[in-house]
């Protein structure tokens, strides 16, 4: 079955091309800013990352990585945000989080990364480190779709709660008022110890009840966060940079091998995303790539369809010519997180001599619940 599977992926991820060069700009995911832009600039996909979500468990991970400080961490994966390691967020509520200033926005969605790699080369360590941040300037305000459904299921959970809780206290009352009827009937000590023990008894089946049911609300909220989760609309101005170090079989110091940064301008509103985004790429070689595009998005529970403009600037000692693509992208949700996706385009318009018109037919798969996701 996996291999049918398989050779259906195969199939169906057809391309279809009038003159299509190598070099092709890079689609316009993946020149967005990336979740972890230290991993990205280092060109590492670790397996692991360690994600603290204290003080004491970072300073555990770091110590644990460099052994206490006395070596450089071998192929070693960071991530995390210092306002959601705080005690902050514990007195914060939704309410509080519907409009964010920039200041408020720049602390509460900042995150950090750092990666290393470590191998031998000609009997010689060669090491590699990298660095960086991203965060939101400004990062929209709670949709009023989102407010309107988190206020319906606080009103039905407060609702089903007191309903709850009388019942739960009338069958406390009616134990306790059993429990004084016992102990009045009760002839000697040892009725009156069995009426004792029967009352706590009662009490610990009700107490009991009280926890599951506690227990099965916050399962079935948990089943539900990502339907209730604030969605953020409006105004969002992303940024991030990363800068990568490394040594060689000569040269045992770390050296600056380059840096990116990201801009990532976007606005948010219903069904409708419009969507830019700048990148800038330096390499220790003095290669230099700027690319940039923009991006209209129309989605529904199903479907996704854009319209994309892409554009690529190099600077390098090989000559690179520059490269332009606009393209249309169809996407229709099969089962789950499976696509199904179309593409159509020009590439390479009025830049080069040559053009190309390309088409793609796919299957992808999200392993992110959310296509497109704006914080």
């Given at each position: 079955?996996?291999?049918?599977?398989?050779?259906?992926?195969?199939?169906?991820?057809?391309?279809?091309?009038?003159?299509?060069?190598?070099?092709?700009?890079?689609?316009?995911?993946?020149?967005r800013?990336?979740?972890?832009?230290?991993?990205?600039?280092?060109?590492?996909?670790?397996?692991?990352?360690?994600?603290?979500?204290?003080?004491?468990?970072?300073?555990?991970?770091?110590?644990?990585?460099?052994?206490?400080?006395?070596?450089?961490?071998?192929?070693f994966?960071?991530?995390?945000?210092?306002?959601?390691?705080?005690?902050?967020?514990?007195?914060?509520?939704w309410?509080?989080?519907?409009?964010?200033?920039i200041?408020?926005?720049?602390?509460?969605?900042?995150?950090?990364?750092?990666?290393?790699?470590?191998?031998?080369?000609?009997?010689?360590?060669?090491?590699?480190?990298?660095?960086?941040?991203?965060?939101?300037?400004?990062?929209?305000?709670?949709?009023?779709?989102?407010?309107?459904?988190?206020?319906?299921?606080?009103?039905?959970?407060?609702?089903?709660?007191?309903?709850?809780?009388?019942?739960?206290?009338?069958?406390?009352?009616?134990?306790?008022?059993?429990?004084?009827?016992?102990?009045?009937?009760?002839?000697?000590e040892?009725?009156?110890?069995?009426?004792?023990?029967?009352?706590?008894?009662?009490?610990?089946?009700?107490?009991?009840?009280?926890?599951?049911?506690?227990?099965?609300?916050?399962?079935?909220?948990?089943?539900?966060?990502?339907?209730?989760?604030?969605?953020?609309?409006?105004?969002?101005?992303?940024?991030a940079?990363?800068?990568?170090?490394?040594?060689?079989?000569?040269?045992?110091?770390?050296?600056k091998?380059?840096?990116a940064?990201?801009?990532?301008?976007?606005?948010?509103?219903?069904?409708?995303?419009?969507?830019?985004?700048?990148?800038?790429?330096?390499?220790?070689?003095?290669?230099?790539s700027?690319?940039?595009?923009v991006?209209?998005?129309?989605?529904?529970?199903?479907?996704?369809?854009?319209?994309?403009?892409?554009?690529?600037?190099y600077?390098?000692?090989?000559?690179?010519?520059?490269?332009?693509?606009?393209?249309?992208?169809?996407?229709?949700?099969?089962?789950?997180?499976?696509w199904?996706?179309?593409?159509?385009?020009?590439?390479n318009?009025?830049?080069?001599?040559?053009?190309?018109?390309?088409?793609?037919?796919?299957?992808?798969?999200?392993?992110?619940?959310?296509?497109?996701?704006?914080?």
């Amino acid at each position: 079955m996996k291999k049918v599977f398989l050779c259906l992926i195969a199939v169906l991820q057809v391309t279809v091309a009038l003159t299509q060069e190598a070099g092709s700009l890079p689609s316009f995911n993946s020149i967005r800013t990336p979740n972890s832009p230290a991993f990205s600039v280092l060109g590492v996909q670790p397996t692991s990352v360690e994600r603290p979500n204290t003080p004491a468990d970072l300073a555990v991970a770091i110590d644990n990585a460099t052994e206490g400080f006395r070596k450089f961490p071998q192929n070693f994966s960071l991530e995390f945000s210092p306002y959601w390691m705080s005690k902050e967020p514990m007195a914060l509520s939704w309410r509080d989080d519907i409009n964010r200033s920039i200041e408020k926005s720049l602390v509460r969605t900042f995150s950090a990364s750092l990666a290393t790699i470590s191998k031998e080369v000609n009997k010689k360590e060669v090491r590699g480190l990298s660095y960086g941040f991203r965060t939101f300037l400004l990062s929209g305000k709670t949709s009023d779709k989102s407010i309107t459904a988190i206020e319906q299921l606080e009103k039905k959970l407060a609702s089903f709660s007191a309903q709850y809780a009388e019942s739960a206290a009338a069958e406390e009352r009616s134990v306790q008022l059993e429990f004084f009827k016992k102990i009045r009937e009760a002839s000697d000590e040892a009725e009156k110890e069995t009426a004792k023990q029967w009352y706590e008894e009662q009490r610990k089946r009700i107490q009991g009840v009280k926890e599951k049911w506690l227990a099965d609300q916050d399962a079935k909220i948990q089943d539900d966060k990502q339907v209730f989760a604030p969605q953020r609309e409006g105004l969002f101005v992303e940024i991030a940079y990363a800068a990568a170090y490394h040594n060689d079989s000569v040269n045992a110091d770390l050296r600056k091998a380059g840096y990116a940064f990201w801009v990532t301008p976007s606005y948010v509103t219903g069904d409708y995303s419009l969507v830019g985004v700048y990148r800038q790429v330096k390499d220790s070689l003095s290669n230099r790539s700027s690319e940039y595009g923009v991006r209209f998005l129309y989605t529904r529970e199903r479907y996704a369809l854009s319209l994309e403009y892409l554009k690529g600037e190099y600077q390098s000692e090989t000559t690179l010519p520059n490269r332009e693509r606009f393209s249309l992208l169809f996407e229709y949700l099969i089962s789950n997180n499976l696509w199904a996706t179309l593409s159509l385009g020009e590439d390479n318009k009025n830049i080069q001599e040559t053009q190309s018109i390309f088409s793609t037919v796919g299957i992808r798969y999200n392993f992110s619940r959310d296509r497109y996701s704006f914080k």
